[in-house]
């Protein structure tokens, strides 16, 4: 995203900064910078590295605008740096926090702005543009990132994506909550950065999920309800905003990306992560941060189906210190779909302030909204006659009622105090609430259906209303120690989340006609319901945990640490139907985690890791499972291999895993419930390269196989896909054409079945996605999605006798303006 810092008063053209260096500091260098991943690897010598390290100095540059940490940077370091400000208007720095060298200051805070830094002299630096035709500074023969300080959770310098134009990032903590490298993170770690989502439009995170590596995302319905999604052959319901865990029954799934810096999914357990691990995937929703310069950016879009949207994002200081910082973001959108009758608006708020209590503490408070009406939701319909001859369905039917409906209306605060001590240890604390209410009028479709006449449909309506409020309170520490003349890291602290529901109970009017015809399903009369109950809900997730990074030589790291938890639930229901009804369930539970990395050189690593999977079931399953509804458990093992190349700015992985677990809760559409199943095990293997192929090209591809099996050997899942392989790029022309980006993917998955009598069988699917974007001038863009450019017909989910088309071609046309 371009944008526009303000410049000073006192600002000239080729201005240069200089003041008296500061104290001298000991670091040690990381790792070294690749220069191709295809490239012999050129090793600065250990003198050279020694010599490098002796004029390290501890640095703590904040991120924000680049032209303000180059100039903070060359102030601190007691260098000249010339460079015009106007060069660097809008582009963003991560900042620099810990010991670096002045080459290695100056490559930190440039990364990824397509500038670089040369010396002039020993004193004397220069800010140029990176040259397009190479790869520079890649083609150098190294550069060394520099040792960084402890950081808050989630913050390290580098981590930040937002302004990068990268397809991934530097810094992650979404897997033991320590802020890694992708190299030093002993877990499969997917990054959907700003860029990524901006390119392909992934306006929500359902969009993100579906366009992640081994995420599979299958939608029985569209408006309607949470869709199901998968990884690792395990439902996925780990979610988290900054870090701090979110209650799958506040269906995050519904989140609205405008409001979010990046995305990083986990894949596999994290029950340091959540004290409850599970063996799918955790995904982790780090939201935009306000920016200490003004920045404006304005969005409008239209597209296929009565497709349209507008959104702002405001963002800067409040006063002349910059002390205090604020940002807003909204989005409005008003869609159609490719049949008829659907309707959805959506209206999602956010904002943040900033304040620093002092140079050491900041306090930040935030606010968000979200609100989304459904009209007629899209809902999967029936594949098979009872004879088991096919049903012949088009992409544009629609067999929902108009009466249906489906609201969500969420609020929620939050505010944190984080604090970086003397001792180097730093300590943040945050508490939330939400407020999330849902109201919906629903049908399902039941019954064998008879070819001739279309009879022996029966009509199952529902009316669903609740309230949840859920509250937070995350609080941690984190630093180095150091034993045995080693320094290592440590973090610990502990999460309270307690999740209050309130919901009524309705019986359908007696005189309902239930029965129906597959011809006269959607014409079925508007149901009558009548308040006979409701049900409460109280579930506390009480947890402390404490993870260490133990470097045992210069090349291998242990990670050891783990979570304990104490969780309860307490339901307490009233129906006229069923009397009064009440469970109350208590599990305390240790959710240990260990892994090893050892980097074989600059550019590669290995690494394995182990950790126990606990899940409780979710409490609707009481609905289907009323008695010995027991916890998902068992174990995870991963191991694997990973790549950074130049410099981090390319990050490659091969990983292989296997998940062993008991009690996992399979739908059984054919009974209409679910069953769980006693032993399951989960194996499969990935692969990901992310990042920048070239200077103005990046590329995110993924493969991922998996297949779960029963006790017996048998495979479950059968309507789950074994195979996925998901790939996108962009690249940014050369010359005269440079104000044009051209990019394009593919979404391919193997074959899958229902699983039902009739066994429907859908052959592999590959998906085409196309966009380009036009920079009309500084301020203005155009850009053009075109998906499923091939118009492949489809079913994004097949289950038993039901499923649901996917989209058919579509495209959005989008204008940015920022100023």
Known sequence: MQQRNKRSPHSQQGESFRVKPAAQAIARAVFGISILAASAHVAMPSRALAAEAALARQYQIPAGPLGTALSEFAAAAGVTLSFDPAQVAGLQS??????????????????????EVVAQSETSYLLRQIPVQKFAPWDAAVSVLPELAVSVSGKAPGSMTEGTGSYTTYSTSSSTRLNLTPQETPQSVTVMTRQRMDDQRLDTLIDVLDATPGIIVQQGSIGQDGPNIYARGSRLSNFQIDGVPT????????????????????RGATGIMNGLGTPAATVNLIRKRPTADTQRTLTAQAGSWDRYGAGIDVSGAINESGTARVRLVGDYREQGAWVDRFRQKSLALYGIGEFDLSDNTLLTIGLNHLRQDTDSAIYARPLFFSNGQRISWSRSDNSTQKWRYYEHDMDGIFASLE???????????????????YDGLLATMLGAVDQATGAGVTVRPNRWKSELRQDNVDAYVSGMFPLFDRDHELIAGFTLLRLKSDGLAYTLD???????????????????????????????NNSAFVNARFTLTDDTSLLLGGRTTRWSRDIDETSVLWGDYSTRDRRNTFVPYAGIVHALNSTWSVYASYTKIFRPQDSWLNEFIPSSLKPEEGVGYEAGVKAGFHGGRLTASLSVFRNDVDNLAVWNNDAFTYDLLGNTRTRGVEMELSGALATNWQLSAGYAYATTEDGDGERVLTYVPRQTMKLFTSYRLPGAWEKLTLGGGVHWQNAITSGSDFNYAQDSVALVNLMARYQIDRNLSFSLNLNNALDKEYYSTIASNSGAFGAPRNFMASLKYTF
């Open 247 to 266: 209650a799958s029954g506040m269906s995050p799934f519904l989140a609205n990306t405008a409001a979010y810096d990046r995305v990083e999914v986990v």
């Open 419 to 437: 604090h970086r001590f003397s001792s180097g240890w730093v300590g943040k604390v945050e508490y939330s609430h939400t407020r999330y209410e």
């Open 94 to 115: 991560p900042g620099l926090q810990g010991n670096a060298t002045i080459k290695q200051g100056f490559d930190q805070i440039t990364v990824g702005s397509g500038y």
């Open 510 to 540: 007696a005189g309902y006609p239930t029965s129906t015809t597959i011809h006269e399903w959607e014409n079925a009369p508007a149901p009558r319901f009548d308040t006979t109950g409701g049900n409460k809900g109280d579930e506390r």
